[in-house]
């Protein structure tokens, strides 16, 4: 859940990147006749602008963003792709694809050759399609975590921004509230709530089904939305005491737009810094949570396949080994490229 | 009346039996046959049994065994005497810890386990028409402390299982209540404004018990600890976490659901007890763990002295294709696994047989992680087993196998359909809808299997993900929200001996309480009452006729498997019996370390 690397390159980065920030964010005032053509050719490349140029010579970064691309495309396509590949999430008679005496697949791993039909072979003791359930599972997984990461992200900001920028009684209240969220632990509260809901709608599995998966999201982002507040706050509270802020403020800028025009456009970077890094925390806190059995419910999700795939590790390892590597791959991909954007962003590696 | 503790099973719920079965033994230490095992008939009774316990040939004495249980049987939550209504649980408690009237004895050379007194001298003494019986106590028993145990003990002991509040999971709700003179009124000894219990009267060693009704089967009643002796001091609800012992095993310590370890008992002695063994020198019983680990234990036999109650199906096939499974036994368990239709909605005869040629057995079965013909059978897999109401090896079971409309049972969706059709349903027309263990996906691939018959023979479902605790909450109370919105229940039933009596009314009576599905017809019920009073030697036959009668002529229940269990066994532990007695469990008497 936390997200450290980010906070504390926010901290120390921020300030040497200022100068640069202040050239692009006020042109209109840092006019200068003489020396126009000059300023211009530094002034025209944005920080953001830098970050991804670097970003676009960093192989491991451009290997990751394929990889996550390739994830993502499964995920949006993933009806598509079912059909292209001929397979489905829907339940069969267990013994068309099973052999009943083993519970192992009759067709395709671990036991016969490789299914065109079934290019991830079949499950056991069912015999639903892996390939199906392994894209449906992608797409569980990549859908939740964006949404928890914007969903966290945003109310990060404005209560950061809120908190640095007013000060005084309502920084006290949002610091307050952040660090009362920060002692609460996590998983308990996964795990209490999970029971409560299967009783409020146990006879109405359809909403559980809806209601299960926006309740995981909300959980998610109510214990996710602290670190990226305290990032924000931290810098929020150093940005306003510059001048370009004072200014605003001096000649009369209304405080929503100080705090959207002014000072959020120099917090880009860290943000996109803990979005990439939230990103992967969420995939995987969503595949934890399903293997323990209080995550979605009524779709298919990785966890749900290890947690029954575990018992399958010696006779069919194939099984458990499509979720692992799938979670394990999207998860490096994305923990390298947050890597990889924060380096870019961060001044003190630019040389 | 053991229900069995509800697992992902076939019917969705299901499987560890709470109930002391007594059939006749079987399964010995050598039984490798993969097939469902016949269960062996009932054994007999030997009221001249005397101790000691004959001999297990090469039986050693020292060594400590491991006993895993694994996930889902969490083991014993109270080890009090009147509470004990579990297989796993009584094996414990009756083969170890405490004594009671009677017992069960092992002939060493066929396996046959026989009725044999315990504390009792004979194995009672009824009067002509059973409601009166007189037991006589031996001299000479010792508390683990060292103190006599009196009759005056015994008879507190069996008071206490009158107590259905404290007692709520134990046998004496089935038994003692309704037989007992009096018992349905008498709370126990612990209700407020308790008197003394007439119905039990102690004369010197002597107890005179006297029934409402005939209770020819009073002497295999006293096989469970409940009747039983327990301290005239001990509380109700503590009483349970460190009982005293009168078995040649007492506590050294227990942790509810999680550990129980076990040492001799110096008081207990052999020539008094005609059935239990004291050859280990300790027993470790270990609740609730991984299933995976327990089964991986016996395989790679790195726990040689471990045993294991139950290894689960892939376990069981992933050492078969390693070659490893030498250590592994399949052993039979006197139950059946029912899917109920709820009488009251589900009225047609032919949509109740419909049901049965819509439910995809072997399927549902495979997806659940069982094995179709290992561990769970019934006539889908060996016709002789057929589809009936007892379990293989009860005493007057005929199979239950006949043709519906032209057809064996067997799931045939173009069958079903044409049985709602003669009902006067259309494809899609009639609504079933019943609950599922969704905590694991086990239970929730066998739903999807069962939901998919239910489609292709013309039904329309609706079912419901269960995750709070066991299915029982939802089948046994009509208040429950979800026992509202379903229309079939279910239940695993066990023997509690071998004798009908203990199978047939718990599933058919009116009003009872794992007749889930709530059958009732009082034709039924009058011809239960009659066979009650018929000569005891004639009862089995009759219970077994009343069983095709109802099945061809209600069809209440929907058999959906008969239950065998995997053991695992560690190369180092000799004597090993699969304890059909009590429903199927390690027979803890006759183990010992090679």
Request: charged fraction near 20%; aromatic fraction near 8%.
């Given at each position: 859940m936390r997200h450290v690397p980010a906070a504390a390159f926010g901290n120390e980065g921020m300030g040497m990147s200022l100068p640069v920030i202040d050239l692009s964010s006020h042109e209109d005032a840092a006019t200068?006749?003489?020396s126009e053509v000059e300023r211009k050719e530094i002034a025209g490349r944005s920080p953001t602008r830098i970050a991804f140029d670097r970003l676009r010579k960093d192989p491991v970064a451009v290997i990751c963003v394929v990889v996550i691309l390739f994830f993502i495309v499964v995920a949006v396509f993933a009806p598509l792709l079912e059909k292209l590949f001929g397979v489905s999430t829907d339940t069969v008679l267990a013994s068309t694809r099973v052999d009943l005496v083993t519970g192992l697949p009759k067709i395709g791993p671990p036991n016969h050759g490789f299914d065109p039909d079934h290019p991830f072979g079949v499950a056991p003791g069912?015999?639903?399609d892996n390939l199906a359930v392994w894209i449906e599972g992608c797409r569980t997984s990549l859908y939740l975590a964006t949404v928890a990461t914007v969903g966290s992200t945003a109310i990060g900001i404005v209560l950061g921004l809120l908190a640095g920028f007013l000060g005084g009684i309502v920084d006290t209240i949002i610091s307050f509230f952040i660090d009362l969220f920060l002692t609460f632990p996590f998983l308990l509260a996964a795990l209490s709530v999970a029971p409560i809901l299967n009783e409020r709608y146990a006879t109405e599995p359809d909403k559980l089904a809806v209601v299960s998966f926006y309740v995981l999201v909300a959980i998610l982002v109510f214990f996710g939305w602290m670190t990226v507040a305290r990032l924000v706050r931290g810098e929020a509270l150093a940005l306003r005491e510059r001048e370009f802020v004072k200014a605003a403020r001096v000649i009369g800028v209304p405080t929503w737009q100080v705090l959207f025009k002014e000072i959020l456009p120099n917090l880009l970077a860290p943000i996109i810094v803990s979005i990439s890094l939230g990103l992967p925390t969420f995939v995987a806190l969503e595949a934890g949570l399903s293997y323990l059995g209080i995550g979605v419910t009524g779709r298919e999700s990785w966890g749900v396949t290890i947690n029954a795939a575990t018992k399958y590790w010696e006779t069919y390892p194939q099984y458990l080994l499509e979720p692992v590597l799938g979670i394990a791959i999207l998860v490096v991909a994305l923990n390298l490229l947050g890597d990889a954007v924060r380096d870019a962003f961060d001044p003190k590696t630019r040389r | 009346m053991r229900r069995k503790k509800a697992l992902v099973a076939g019917i969705s719920a299901a499987a560890l039996a709470l109930t002391l079965a007594a059939c006749g033994?079987?399964?010995?230490?050598?039984?490798?046959?993969?097939?469902?095992t016949n269960v062996e008939g009932a054994g007999g009774k030997n009221p001249d049994a005397k101790g000691p316990a004959p001999e297990v040939p090469g039986a050693k004495t020292g060594g400590d065994i491991t006993v895993l249980a694994p996930d889902p049987d969490d083991g014993p939550t109270s080890l009090d005497p009147a509470g004990l209504w579990s297989v796993t649980d009584n094996a414990i408690a009756q083969d170890l810890l405490f004594r009671s009237l009677t017992t069960w004895q092992q002939d060493p050379d066929t396996g046959e386990y026989t009725l044999v007194p315990d504390l009792a001298t004979d194995l009672g003494t009824p009067n002509s028409d059973f409601t009166e019986w007189k037991f006589t106590l031996k001299d000479g028993i010792k508390w683990e402390n060292g103190d006599p145990v009196t009759a005056e003990e015994v008879k507190f002991g069996m008071e206490r299982s009158f107590d259905a509040d404290t007692f709520a999971t134990g046998p004496g709700t089935s038994y003692s209540k309704p037989y007992f003179l009096g018992g349905d009124k008498y709370n126990g000894p612990y209700a407020s404004g308790a008197k003394d219990f007439p119905a039990i009267q102690v004369d010197g060693n002597t107890l005179t018990l006297k029934m409402a009704k005939p209770f020819p089967e009073m002497d295999y009643y006293g096989?469970?600890?409940?009747m039983g002796p327990v301290p005239l001091d001990a509380k109700a609800p503590d009483y349970g976490l460190k009982p005293l012992s009168t078995g040649p095993y007492k506590i050294q310590s227990y942790e509810p659901n999680q550990k129980l370890v076990l040492v001799k008992n110096d008081q207990w002695d052999p020539a008094t007890d005609p059935a239990r063994h004291q050859y280990a020198d300790t027993f470790t019983f270990e609740f609730g763990g991984d299933p995976t680990v327990a089964a991986k234990t016996v395989e790679s036999d790195s726990g040689s002295t471990t045993l294991v109650t139950n290894v689960e199906g892939q376990d069981y096939t992933a050492a078969k294709q390693a070659g490893n499974d030498q250590n592994m036994i399949v052993g039979p368990q006197p139950c059946t696994s029912f899917v109920m239709p709820n009488y009251d909605k589900v009225k047609e005869l032919q949509v109740r047989q419909a049901l049965a040629f819509a439910y995809p057995y072997e399927d549902v079965w495979s997806a659940a992680g069982e094995l179709p013909g290992v561990t769970r059978a019934n006539g889908v897999t060996d016709d002789t087993l057929g589809f009936g109401l007892l379990p293989p090896g009860m005493a007057g079971r005929k199979a239950w196998n006949p043709e519906i409309d032209g057809e064996t049972i067997q799931y045939d969706p173009e069958h079903a359909k044409q049985l709602l059709k003669e009902a006067g349903y259309d494809p899609g027309e009639y609504e079933v809808s019943f609950v599922y263990d969704a905590t694991t996906p086990q239970g929730k691939a066998g739903a999807e299997q069962r939901k998919l018959g239910y489609e292709k023979s013309g039904f329309s479902v609706k079912m419901y993900p269960y995750?709070?605790?066991?299915l029982y909450d939802v089948w046994t109370d009509p208040n429950n929200k979800l026992y509202k919105k379903i229309n079939l229940l279910g239940t695993a039933w066990c023997q509690d001996w071998p004798s009908p009596a203990t199978f047939l009314p718990p599933i058919l009576e009116t009003g009872a309480a794992y007749n889930t599905g709530n059958f009732s017809e009082s034709s039924v019920d009058d011809q239960m009452n009659e066979i009650r009073t018929l000569p005891v030697d004639q009862q089995a036959d009759a219970w077994g006729e009343l069983e095709q009668k109802v099945m061809t002529d209600y069809q209440p229940v929907i058999n959906v498997g008969y239950y065998q269990g995997i053991f695992g066994v560690g190369s180092g532990i000799g004597g090993f019996n699969n304890d059909t007695t009590v429903g199927g469990a390690p027979d803890y008497r006759t183990t010992y370390v090679k």
């Open positions: 200068s006749p003489g069912d015999g639903t | 033994g079987s399964g010995g230490g050598d039984d490798k046959s993969d097939g469902f096989i469970f600890p409940a995750t709070a605790g066991s």
